[in-house]
Structure formats: C-alpha cells, structure tokens
C-alpha cells in the first residue's frame, strides 16, 4: 500500500495552480447522462473518485473517452440503467446518477451507498425527493429500485441542506413536466456549477446560489462543451500549508470569491492575504493566532476544511475549539494528529486545541479524504519524518499533491 513520507519543519515558498473541483466534476459527469449528445468537459481533476465515476458509466454504456484534463462524454448507447454495489462502496457520491436515470430512462436501480467513516449519511432525502416528482422508489436487497413513466414538476421541501441531495433534485427537474422548486436548496459553489452545466445543456434553471432553485422541464437537453470551476478545498488547503510552514504561498487558477468563510478565518490566524482575480497570496510572520469554527453549510465555514485548520490551530499560541455540524464522526484525525505531539480533547462534537510551539513527525494513518490532508499539513509543520499510511484517501481529492508541494520546496515522497 502507498504511503507518504515527509520531512517536515520547512517554509513552503511559491506558487501552484489550483485543480478543476471534485464536488462540482462528480455531479457534472453524472448530469451527462441527460443527453444524448456529446459532453466535453475541461478542467476535470485527475483524482480516483472521479475515476470511479467515470467508471460507473462506462458501465451503463457510455462512452468515455478522456485526454489529459478533457474528458468527452456521450450517453446516446446505454446497455443499463444500474450503478453496482462494487463501485458505489468505494464512492458515495455514485447515488448523483439516481435521478439523471431515472429523468432521461424512466428506470434506475443504484446500490445504496451504507455508512461512511464520516458518518452515517443517509441518502433518504434524494428518494423522498423523487418520489415526490412521481417515481416509484423501492429499496430491496441493498439497491434503490426507481421507475417512472414521467417526471412531474413539484415543490420539494428538504428536510436539512444536502449538497448531493439537491444536486440529484435539480438534474431530476430538468426533464421533468413542468415547473419544480426546491426549497431549503443547498447554495454551495458546487450548486452553482452543476446549474451553470445544465443551462448549457439547455435547462431552465433560476435561484442557484439561493436557498430556493426554480427549475422549469424541457423535452431534452443538447450536448454541450464546459469548463469546471477551480477546487475551493484544494485550494483551502494549500493557503494552511503556506500559514502553518510560516512560509509564502501563491496559489493559481483559484475562485477567491468561493473562500470568503476560509479566508476570514486565516486572515484572523494572522495571515497576510494578496487577492487578485483567480490568485491569491499568504504569508505569515509569526506563530498563528488560535481560531475557533464551527462548520455550517455554505457560505459559513465548510466541513471540508475543518480537519487543516484543526492542524494550524495545533502549533497555533493558545486554545480553540472546533465545532463540527455535518457530519457526525468528523474527528478521526484527532487520535493520529495526538501521535504528532497535539493537544487536543473532545466535548461531544467539539475539539479543544492547545497549541504547542513544535509538533514532532511520527508514523500515522489515513482515515478519510480530509483527514488525510490533515496529517499531510501535520507533517508538513512537524520536525522530522512523518510517514502516512493508506493514502488511497487522498488520491480521492488532491490531484498530483505531492508534486504541487515538492513545487514548494516540501520535502515529500510517495513510497
Ligand atoms: N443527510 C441526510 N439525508 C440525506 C442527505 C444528507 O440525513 O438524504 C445528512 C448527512 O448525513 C449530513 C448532512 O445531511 O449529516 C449534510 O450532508 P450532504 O448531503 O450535504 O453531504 P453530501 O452531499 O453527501 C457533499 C460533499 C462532501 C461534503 C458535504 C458537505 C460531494 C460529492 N460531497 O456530501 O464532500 O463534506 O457535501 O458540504 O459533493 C469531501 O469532499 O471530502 C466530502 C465529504
């Protein structure tokens, strides 16, 4: 199994470009199921959840063909409407192709993801949702079984905010007779994406951004040629690697505008920031100042970023405390984060952090996506070799990490 060896304690200096986002090429990939036509896509990250994806519609018949960070879709021959148990454990996010099916084919039968290391992260309101629109939705032997003859236009009320959950609603209500409204809608920048995509697929969207998205059905939806927005977490995250290595970091190709919660927070740690238009540069001149989060859905601070500021506020000069409100098992990192030398202690689903002035390196292991970069900033800022294992969680949403920060001058190998 891969690993990552860092050598840490040393300023990272320089620039990197920022990829295209995961949150926004899963939905996107699912979303060309919709047409007939040919899909083609720039900016796609070169990451294995986006490969699984890819993967479970070259399995319904779609042909894929792929070329660097361009990636040609056409969903005119499907052979079937099933997205397999063996795929959809590896990646949750393969319930984004429920309703796509269902919208253009009248039939879905996707595996039910089960539990998450995150949490439990049920997909009961992507069902609701669609039965609401008229599907007869069924869950037998692990799978989510959906026909429908037609969509139907409603208002759909959602329980709390699921990002994924108003994603699969929306591309539902594309091809749906006629008028839907999602209330309660997820306003993520990811959101915004997806709705950018279908608009030039030719639906009728309005509202995306706000809490309620008005979706008028169309008899079908033409090919396009789309560019995905830049990762506003990757991007997250190498602004802490520049803060926590006190060193001076320039990252490219980035939506500032996307970072606003994030930004507030590291400016509040005592970064210096420069923000142009798709850039944006940090820089630090002494230890930073402890800061405490509580994670929300968008625009408030993401989840998503929750474990690399846990990190900056390890080595940070005081206390803190960390809320977390997504997801319910979001601290698995705190065990390995400790094995660095850290301070911290849980009350319920808050983290106290105690900064300490020099984290040590120290073998750990990953447990999540997140996490993972958690411990990969850890070793970072820590003195020594960190060695990470099971890494395989990274690969799932850092596209070439460990060249972008050798780009910096980290000392980092994959082994
Ligand atoms: N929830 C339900 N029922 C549902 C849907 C959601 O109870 O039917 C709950 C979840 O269990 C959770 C909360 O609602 O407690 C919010 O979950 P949400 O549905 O918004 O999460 P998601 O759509 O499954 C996406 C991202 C996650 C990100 C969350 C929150 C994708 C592919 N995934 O997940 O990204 O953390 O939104 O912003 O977009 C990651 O990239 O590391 C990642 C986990």
Redesign the pocket.
Same mark, same amino acid.
């Given at each position: 199994m891969k690993k990552l060896k860092i050598n840490g304690n040393k300023k990272l200096i320089g620039e990197v470009r920022i990829s295209g986002s995961?949150?926004a090429a899963?939905p996107i990939i699912a979303a060309a199921l919709l047409t007939p036509d040919d899909v083609i896509l720039h900016n796609v990250p070169d990451l294995s959840d986006v490969r699984t994806m890819l993967k479970l519609l070259e399995g319904m018949g779609v042909k894929v063909v792929k070329d660097g960070a361009t990636i040609c879709i056409n969903a005119s021959q499907i052979t079937n409407t099933k997205a397999p148990y063996e795929l959809v454990k590896t990646m #949750?996010?393969s319930i984004l192709t429920l309703c796509p099916l269902v919208a253009r084919f009248g039939h879905a039968e996707v595996s039910l993801p089960g539990g998450c290391a995150?949490?439990? #992260?049920?997909?009961?309101?992507?069902i609701k949702g669609l039965q609401q629109f008229g599907a007869s939705v069924t869950v037998e032997k692990g799978y989510v079984n959906a026909n429908a003859i037609k969509l139907f236009g409603t208002t759909i009320s959602t329980d709390?905010?699921?990002?994924?959950?108003t994603e699969n609603l929306m591309m539902a209500a594309t091809l749906a007779d006629g008028i839907t409204v999602i209330n309660n809608a997820?306003r993520?920048p990811?959101i915004e994406d997806l709705a950018k995509f279908l608009k030039s697929l030719g639906a009728d969207i309005q509202g995306e951004g706000t809490s309620s998205i008005r979706i008028k059905g169309v008899k079908a939806l033409h090919g396009t040629e789309y560019t995905v927005q830049p990762d506003r977490?990757e991007a997250g995250t190498f602004l802490v690697s520049g803060v926590l290595t006190q060193g001076n970091v320039t990252i490219r190709k980035c939506n500032p505008n996307h970072l606003k919660s994030v930004l507030e927070k590291l400016s509040e740690a005592g970064a210096q920031l420069k923000i142009g238009d798709d850039w944006i540069n940090i820089s630090i001149q002494n230890r930073p100042t402890p800061v405490s989060i509580s994670t929300a859905?968008y625009p408030d601070f993401?989840?998503?970023m929750q474990a690399q500021f846990m990190i900056l506020n390890c080595i940070s000069d005081g206390t803190s405390y960390i809320t977390e409100n997504?997801?319910?098992n979001r601290f698995m990192h705190i065990p390995e984060l400790r094995r660095l030398g850290a301070n911290i202690q849980i009350e319920n689903n808050t983290a106290i952090i105690t900064g300490v002035p020099q984290l040590i390196g120290a073998p750990v292991m990953s447990t999540d996506?997140?996490a993972s970069a958690a411990l990969v900033l850890g070793g970072l800022a820590a003195e020594g070799e960190t060695i990470i294992d099971r890494i395989y969680h990274l690969d799932r949403?850092y596209e070439n990490i460990e060249i972008k920060l050798r780009s910096l001058g980290a000392d980092v190998l994959r082994i």
């Open positions: 995961k949150n899963l #949750r996010a995150i949490g439990a #992260r049920p997909v009961d309101q992507h709390m905010i699921t990002v994924t959950g997820a993520e990811e977490i859905p993401p989840t998503d997504i997801f319910e996506l997140r949403g």
